[in-house]
């Protein structure tokens, strides 16, 4: 066993250390009828040859952005990642180490996500960020659980504009903790009906959840939102499930959210059929002792050298136990030091021109949908790289004569709202290329007949 | 050497990245939506940002690094191939909404794995959804109470161990649970259990073997007490790797276990995170499991959301994948000899390194130790404390062991040495430990002053407590 | 320009410290007539992800054992290579250095090419080793060197069963030396007659070069022919292309041989097109100061540690210049750790099994092939991992129709032997199943129709 | 922390390898060629090799770590993505035998990569056979010779200026030349070659720009005066790096240039190899280009090995084609304006480390520079020698420049900062050698003591060659 280096002399003489004369006596407090009497019922050992025979096998029956092109969003983005990102977060001191509770032989990880930390502050625009949690929705269900510890308050408003991971997770979340959920309803602009939303709010609301954008790819109107939770004292949550679009789009926190949670993925994390992703948490100071998660901050050494360490651990399940902020208690260490490199290698200018370009695709590919004699666009809101698209057959049915050709050509919406079956949602990013789309008009086009 | 910040590095108009040029006409979004610059964002080369995280990585320990016996963490070997795996390109870049006729090689992986902890742990179903082990616990003690709901028996406490790891009440907590602390004498005794079950406890919350690194012997006891009172029991699995092949929770009365598959399956713990959380039930608790879960049809594997009774979903998608493509990619190597051996040679090291230090060390619990032992800093000379000897380790070159946990034992020092390491790490690093025990005697500043050898000091963290800085900002 | 970090703000300043107006005048010294008065016709710069896109395309157009079944060997040899080499080689801290001539910052690279130098002693039973050369064909080239530097000779004998590559690069080296080069024919069982041999060799002898296996994959008899060469006094050479083999076969130094030289890529270095891969070179201590190529020595520190620095520079050319036993000034630094990691990983047991494999698979095929009505095996002497086969047609013909199968079937050799327009070279290594061979043979079976 | 060598730390029976069973009867070769198990080859467990040769690594100094300012050797940043492309399964599994039919992609990378270095350098013929640059010196000489033998004129001697690199005069002698050295002041000067150069002389060899960083402002008319005397002129075409865009050695009437795709073309140097040194050649020589060239047909690229005039082969196969992956990469990243840009900053970043530099130490030459810069030690302080200097940057965390070369600068010291530096390091690095001045004037012993903080102190290299220990055996 090459992961094993024990040898049968080693064993001999370990066992003479410990006074024992097999390893079997090792297992004395295992009580025989909980013993197992047979081996465990599994696959032999395979040589690392074989197990990458099997594992390609697996592997080259999923389709990606190599086999088909791509226009699937949904809370998951095809973006490029520079070959840096991988190289970095393969040094296996970065990926074979723990959790950072050792600071003087961790300020690898530790400096890394301070930086991560500010990074997501910047982008945001607000004043403090956790260490990162496990996706943008687990995030969303930790932001509506802190405002209602904040505001200690129960009625939790969610856009049903809101991806419905998001929604979702946040019902199972607060599945036993007497809230109330309430969904508000989108208008024909695919944002949240204000007027809805006005009625709904009051003084028992905690918290509103608003996806910027939001899961149809509409930019909601989070200053409009903003003033009317403010008025009521509910926090604004705004949860971005495109994090790329903060490289054009006004930071939450200028437009008066609250809280800004949301999934990192497309900062230099692969697809991998949905995980493991990066959930962004960042709030106001008011909140700063209310956050759930990991805190790294700056501090000094015995020599009064800059240096950083987990902080604020008091809020934290391994001090407070039972009353912790949340009973999460580990970050999504390496997919934060993946977004940090990306971040840092695309820089100022490089985030703005990938979302320009993400920006104008979409552009072209819904004028050029739109165009198409049985395709329409339902909502009017302004989009940033994805869109529904509303055909004259069911979504399902004309997306799978799409594939045939090659194309994953979006996401159809009835699963999570009945009502749309002819809809689907259709994702374009730098990675599609000008043929790509029109190819998919093509397919599209022909697959209406 | 020193290494400024992303931040302080960056000079207006450099760049590390590349795009195509744009070949659709620019499109512009109304003026209002849009942002200003990002003030203080990085603007660096390429090399600039390798040459950054590269030597920030350099300040880093990891398994790689050199022995890390870091109890209750299991840090085993992470196998080289296992990297390569989850990076294979339809591994990688697979869709999560991709649709299932053409994401079979995934769910495939999904199933079998869902099988092989199955038969691991022996419970019959299992989700791989959860993101850690928290979440993990999350979804049971959800799953226990959607149970106690579905019975109309709504019930209001949950019993944990003194032992317990922090997560398990926190979790209880936001289940709507009240936390019942239950006294252990190092192993939790059925006449504790008895006396507290009732009518109102929903479950009870063990680990096992438990963080002093015990098996919990009267477990079966335990569960038919708990099971004859309505309630059921959790299983923190963290500890797993003491196990494998040798006993399976689910034989032994457990109704719920999560897996850590960054522990037992040798994951790597990627400073923090992403592991992965699977969840192992009963039968009786299989309706309740988290949406979706991967099932076998005629015509190939799907992922099965119908499930009236289920929790809901716990985070998006479907599970830390990449996660558990390694942690197949480790089952399939070991086989099932190689797990057995695993936790055979874990115990077995752990056993000797108890034997090498208890004639120097204070042992609080005389119970043969499984995977892991626990000492205390009672015998610790010099008015050195458990933190001094830690930051004494990292000077002879060893990641200290966990100190201050389990909280049952004043200083504790938990050394978790796992199956990964030879004879020769274990010796050297018992040297390392008793030669601090005597330095503690004679010379205890070195242990006070330590670590010396890295490029900063002992860090001061209540001052980074008092005074939160946990952004940079232009000065 | 991602990989160049001097912003417009920076050039301003630089050529203010400088004193000059422009970087144009940087250039002053190159006269205006030698100025290149254009751009230069290049393709435009390619972002990463086209560059990406571009190479797949190419990449993809190539066969490999992922494509194909790959019986290809004759002097590379397709084996498996464990994952954590690979890892370890692209640990930046290797693979961007330099040679490590400031030794204090480069004992990583210094003591793996220690190592590495030890292994090749163990492998080949020789009393030094050096720190490697750009591949077999050139250590083959080198050692003829040093055989007629030592020896003051000039007659050089090389086996027609030398690798072909060899014996060209052995040509063109001593193209204006004045050497005598002789081939040496062989017999029926594929090895060098000897016979012929005790023939041609004379007191004017500096060498004899033997492949140890062959081309033809026969394992030769160096101690016969190290009888005779001793006699003589001149240097019998063995030359691995198959390294593997040294896991079974008697090491060349028990059999006589005075240099070993050979190719390392088996030992964890892909096929890559043919380069590039790993020279070694090992030898008797009395040709010590007659190396060519660079040694790593150990050494103690001013503290009396044990350290490891590049020894023995005065044969080199930085040092002898004119004089200097080679003009070679680099090794193959990385590929020399690839191939130190990955007999690290074998390890003594590894090493042997493997080889055992290798020479299972290739005997299982012989026999079936020998079985097949039209095949013949021509040659009779012992093999490792490859053979001649014999067919009824041309072998270019045949190996295309096999080929067609998705099976590369082997080399033709008339290219080197045109006698041999029927013959061809199979190989058979741990990495074939048993189903691949069999596929194999029925290909050859019918394809000979 | 030290580390034992690989032999030290094995343990007979440990494995850190996996084979798939044997699907075929084992098979035995006669009792006679099979040899003993090989006494002291190692025997380790996966984790043991990974922590060995991770733990190696960290002593080893690279362009990711730090600044590299190693004159003539063009230390630039190595891109990852190259390290990718050549990993690409179609690249790194395409065996050399493979038919031309099933290996088009990488004969057609060949192709274009011929064709690159042809329009960069201003040659019309390239081969990529050579193994670095050495092996292209000596494929280049070994061509002039074959040239004019072929005109029956065989000559005897090659003229070398004192700057040029040692290899230059080791390659002549190995094709049989006599070397004639040519004196220069700085620059090589025309008067100085007629002086010299008659029938008997084959070849010059130059290197332009020169190991002092000086453009061979002379070299047209060099180049004429070898001609007429029936002479062919070799470039060494080590310093390309200067020259991208701005000046073709081809167009100067150099009749053979070698590249180091390991330093212009940004490949990494891999602690000492793999390079690659392919060769440019006029026209009139290209019928004696190694075999086999890349050639284009109407169906596809093909390798020629039809050239009766080549000097053959210099070496197995085709080249260092995973060198050429990434030196292609290289180039199509650049373009030819990002090619021009590097050349540009490549010389700036010299001219400015040269004006910071140059009011302390000693200039042996005041021409403008080109991409790199010659210092001396003459006037450092303290009887401190440029050795002493060069290990006392490493205690400033730099790796030092090449010192003591060219050999006509006494106590040289060589700066080539390469374009991949930004200010930032430049200045750092100015610092650095400034303070490293003043300590030499007021703690010489700092220097002659250094370098204090690396694991090892200054090595006995003298000791080494006196009492020559190449291998590990058993004590």
């Known amino acids: ?449 | 050497l020193n290494e400024k910040l992303l931040f302080e590095h960056s000079d207006k108009g450099r760049k590390g990245y590349s795009l195509p040029a744009l070949d659709v006409p620019p499109a512009h979004l109304p003026a209002e939506l849009v942002r200003e610059d990002i003030r203080g964002f990085p603007e660096l080369s390429e090399l600039d940002v390798v040459r950054h995280f590269t030597r920030l990585s350099t300040w880093n320990y990891g398994i790689d690094t050199g022995f890390y016996p870091l109890g209750s963490c299991t840090m085993k070997y992470n196998p080289k191939v296992n990297e390569v795996a989850c990076r294979l390109p339809g591994f990688a870049g697979v869709h999560p909404h991709t649709p299932e006729e053409l994401s079979q090689g995934a769910l495939e992986l999904m199933f079998q794995l869902q099988e092989d902890l199955a038969e691991i742990s022996g419970f019959p179903a299992v989700t791989l959804q959860p993101g850690a082990g928290a979440h993990g616990e999350l979804a049971g003690m959800l799953m226990i109470r959607a149970w106690h709901e579905a019975r109309g028996n709504r019930r209001t406490k949950v019993l944990i161990p003194d032992t317990a790891h922090g997560t398990n009440p926190a979790t209880a907590t936001l289940c709507g649970y009240q936390v019942v602390s239950v006294a252990s004498d190092g192993v939790l005794r059925a006449a504790a259990v008895a006396e507290l079950m009732d009518e109102e406890v929903a479950a009870l919350m063990v680990t096992n073997p438990n963080t002093l690194g015990l098996f919990e012997s009267e477990i079966a006891e335990i569960c038919r007490i708990v099971h004859d009172r309505g309630g059921l029991v959790y299983c923190d699995g963290a500890n797993l790797n003491a196990l494998m092949g040798i006993s399976r929770p689910g034989d032994a009365g457990i109704d719920v276990m999560h897996f850590n598959l960054h522990k037992t399956f040798a994951t790597p713990h990627g400073g923090g995170g992403p592991g992965a959380g699977p969840v192992g039930v009963t039968a009786e608790l299989a309706p309740f499991l988290p949406v979706p879960v991967v099932v076998r049809h005629a015509d190939g594997f799907r992922l099965d959301f119908d499930a009236p009774h289920s929790i809901g979903t716990m985070k998006g998608f479907y599970g830390h994948f990449g996660v558990l493509v390694r942690a197949f990619a480790y089952i399939r190597s070991m086989g099932p000899e190689g797990l057995r051996r695993a936790t055979d040679m874990a115990v077995l090291n752990a056993n000797y390194v108890r034997a090498r230090l208890e004639g120097v060390f204070h042992l609080p619990y005389a119970t043969r130790s499984l995977h892991e032992v626990v000492f205390s800093d009672r015998r610790l000379g010099g008015g050195c404390r458990t933190l001094d000897l830690a930051k004494r380790l990292i000077d002879y070159g060893f990641h200290p062991p966990t100190v201050y946990f389990p909280l049952v034992v004043a200083g504790a020092i938990m050394i978790e040495p796992t199956e990964s390491e030879s004879l020769e790490s274990l010796d050297e690093f018992c040297e390392a430990m008793l030669a601090v025990a005597r330095e503690a005697e004679e010379q205890p500043e070195l242990l006070k002053q330590a670590p010396q050898c890295t490029r900063l000091g002992r860090l001061d963290e209540t001052r980074a407590a008092r005074q939160p800085r946990l952004r940079w900002e232009k000065t």
């Open chain 1, 1 to 449: 066993m090459r992961f094993i280096p024990q040898t049968e002399e080693d064993v001999r003489q370990m066992l003479a250390t410990i006074g024992t004369g097999s390893v079997e006596e090792l297992f004395a407090e295992v009580p025989a009828a909980l013993r197992l009497d047979r081996p465990l019922r599994l696959p032999p050992a395979r040589s690392e040859a074989e197990l990458l025979a099997e594992l390609g096998r697996l592997a080259r029956l999923n389709a990606t952005a190599e086999t088909h092109r791509m226009f699937l969003g949904g809370g998951a983005y095809n973006h490029f990642i520079p070959a840096a990102v991988d190289h970095l977060i393969s040094r296996s001191e970065f990926y074979t180490a723990y959790t950072p509770y050792q600071p003087e032989i961790s300020q690898g990880t530790l400096q890394a996500i301070y930086e991560f930390q500010t990074l997501i502050c910047q982008l945001t625009g607000m004043d403090v960020a956790n260490a990162s949690m496990y996706d943008g929705a687990s995030a969303c269900a930790e932001a509506v659980l802190m405002a209602t510890r904040a505001t200690k308050r129960s009625r939790v408003l969610l856009a049903r504009s809101l991806h419905p991971d998001y929604r979702a997770t946040v019902a199972t979340y607060c599945r036993y903790l007497d809230f109330e959920l309430v969904e508000i309803e989108f208008d024909e602009t695919g944002r949240t009906d204000l007027s809805v939303l006005a009625g709904e709010l009051n003084e028992r609301c905690a918290a509103l959840v608003l996806g910027y954008p939001n899961f149809f790819g509409v930019i909601e109107d989070l200053a409009a939102a903003s003033h009317l939770t403010t008025a009521c004292g509910a926090r604004l949550i705004a949860a971005v499930q495109e994090p790329l679009a903060l490289g054009l789009l006004k930071p939450p926190a200028e437009l008066g959210a609250d809280i800004v949670v949301g999934e990192g993925q497309s900062f230099g994390l692969p697809l991998a059929f949905g995980g493991p992703y990066l959930g962004f948490f960042a709030a106001r100071s008011q909140d700063l002792r209310n956050l759930p998660g990991r805190l790294v901050g700056e501090t000094l050494d015995s020599k009064g050298q800059r240096g950083f360490v987990l902080t604020l651990a008091t809020r934290e399940q391994h001090i407070r136990r039972e009353k912790a902020t949340s009973n999460i208690c580990s970050n999504q260490g390496l997919c934060a030091l993946a977004a940090a490199i990306y971040l840092a290698l695309l820089g100022r200018r490089g985030l703005r021109e990938t979302a320009e370009q993400n920006l104008a695709k979409a552009a072209y590919a819904r004028a050029k949908i739109e165009a198409l004699s049985d395709f329409s666009l339902p909502f009017s809101g302004p989009v940033f790289n994805e869109f529904v698209v509303e055909g004259t057959i069911k979504a399902v049915d004309l997306l799978r004569r799409v594939q045939v050709q090659g194309i994953l050509g979006g996401i159809p919406l009835v699963r999570w709202y009945p009502q749309m079956s002819n809809r689907f949602l259709v994702c374009v990013t730098e990675q599609n290329r000008r043929e790509d789309i029109d190819a998919l008009c093509a397919a599209l086009a022909g697959g209406a007949l």
